[in-house]
């Protein structure tokens, strides 16, 4: 079967935007991440992942592509299993009907993927598109281009254990409406962020930043300086690494707002857009700065103060950016 | 940022080869996807997570060495994985795994417990068993 392999910032929303893509839906990466509510902040300080507070920027594996379909009005399958056999056996019939297939797979297994990026992170995203001999060709939206599983190798992935273990989940578009509402995807969308970044809640959005910056004031005197380094490059590492994004994320998000801007024939999403490119290079400048932290050698006395107040600062910017943009739509 | 902005740094992603997308703006402030080799405040922050993880495992073989530890401490180490994980792949419960994690209760252990944690390490029983901390 062919099947055109796209490079994606974010695996899930690559995944989304190159099945639909194939199913004759010209779908961006941004668009899916945009009517899909991709942007998210969420601190659980109780909850450690990498012996550190857990700290997402993005929704639960799954979510995006779900709230976009659903706003699009397509219908997507979803099958777990507890067997192996019987999760080869139903890809291989999804391969057979020329259907491609999204798979929820774990990194640690990933032979293609560089050795210090194989951590047991359990909700990687990637297309396998055919099969040769005992070979699965997969597309896996972070890379340039297309590569191969073995048999084995892909199950191992899909039966990867722990933390969001991905059961062998996969997943397909069944139901494509002949006529797409695009307006109102978009702005169901930008209101679900909306909320959700401006929720009353102490641990999500804006409030959940502010929560954070209070705790990063207290990690070195509660934990020592030692570890307080290693939560903040935990930090960093789920802001900018592949797949999860604090800048990386606002960018997208803008550029969801540039094409938004003249789906809806809105100029003010085209100014919004702009800001929140400026919001985005605050938060490199934050992750910079938090890099210098932990590789001592910051010369500010305070360091943490500074940094926390570098996210209050980022917290305003972000409130005030979502209450605009909410009364935009 | 702008497409001249986005990083280049080297990075471990480069001695692969790889190259990560990014959206960036144009001359004209219009998104366009730009390929980026790294990014150093990133290098530095999985350098981190490499040394944390290394030091957990010199700490885990020279507990298994002074009897501290059973060798599967040291194994799980190795492969990144904490309590959670393991439990996952040997199909247990964590407050067990965290039992045969006494160096007295895993001399104890059968040949088909202990073939649950090879399986789960890609090695034999018997590497399991005779591991020292060297």
């Known amino acids: 079967m062919e099947f055109i392999h796209h490079q994606s910032a974010h695996c899930e929303n690559g995944v989304a935007s190159n099945l639909l893509k194939h199913q004759g839906i010209n779908i961006s990466e941004p668009m899916v991440f945009g009517i899909g509510s991709g942007l998210f902040f969420f601190y659980l300080p109780l909850l450690k992942v990498n012996y550190a507070p857990a700290i997402s920027y993005r929704p639960m594996p799954g979510f995006i592509f779900n709230r976009a379909a659903k706003r699009l ?50 909700a990687h995203n990637l297309v396998v598109y055919g099969k040769k001999d005992d070979t699965f060709l997969i597309s896996d939206p972070v890379m340039e281009t297309v590569t191969t599983l073995t048999e084995k190798e892909l199950d191992k992935v899909r039966f990867a254990k722990g933390a969001l273990a991905p059961k062998g989940q996969m997943y397909y578009p069944i139901e494509i409406p002949k006529n797409i509402d695009w307006e109102s995807a978009i702005k169901k969308g930008i209101k679900n962020t909306c909320n959700d970044m401006l929720a009353p809640l102490p641990i999500i959005g804006v409030k959940g930043m502010r929560f954070l910056a209070r705790s990063i004031r207290k990690w070195p005197v509660k934990h020592g300086v030692k570890k307080a380094n290693h939560y903040l490059a935990q930090m960093v590492r789920m802001q900018e690494e592949i797949g999860t994004g604090g800048g990386g994320f606002r960018f997208i998000y803008a550029a969801f707002l540039q094409e938004a801007a003249a789906i809806l024939k809105n100029e003010e999403l085209k100014k919004l857009s702009s800001e929140m490119t400026t919001i985005g290079d605050s938060w490199r ?25 570098e996210l209050n600062a980022l917290a305003d910017l972000e409130e005030a950016f979502f209450k605009k943009l909410k009364k935009a739509i | 940022m702008k497409k001249e902005e986005v990083p280049q740094d080297s990075s471990n992603l480069s001695k692969s080869n790889l190259k990560e997308l990014c959206y960036a703006t144009d001359e004209n402030g219009n998104y366009i996807t730009a390929l980026s080799s790294g990014w150093e405040p990133k290098t530095i922050a999985l350098q981190n997570s490499i040394e944390d993880i290394n030091e957990r495992i010199e700490q885990a073989k020279s507990d298994v060495a002074s009897g501290l530890a059973s060798p599967i401490v040291y194994f799980m180490e190795l492969h990144k994985m904490d309590w959670t994980t393991l439990a996952g792949y040997v199909g247990m419960w964590v407050w067990r795994v965290k039992r045969h994690a006494k160096p007295s209760v895993f001399q104890k252990l059968n040949d088909k417990i202990l073939g649950k944690y090879a399986e789960a390490f890609e090695i034999s029983v018997s590497d399991l068993k005779k591991y020292k901390g060297n």
């Open chain 1, 285 to 309: 400048d934050f992750a910079v700065n938090a890099a210098r932290v932990y590789k001592n050698r910051s010369n500010k006395t305070d360091v943490y103060n500074s940094l926390a107040d």
């Open chain 1, 73 to 122: 009005g397509i219908k997507v399958k979803r099958i777990k299993f507890s067997n192996n056999q019987n999760a080869q056996k139903a890809l291989e019939e999804n391969l057979a009907k020329n259907i491609p297939t999204g798979l929820q797979v774990g990194v640690y297994n990933l032979t293609y993927f560089p050795d210090e990026y194989r951590f047991h992170f359990n």
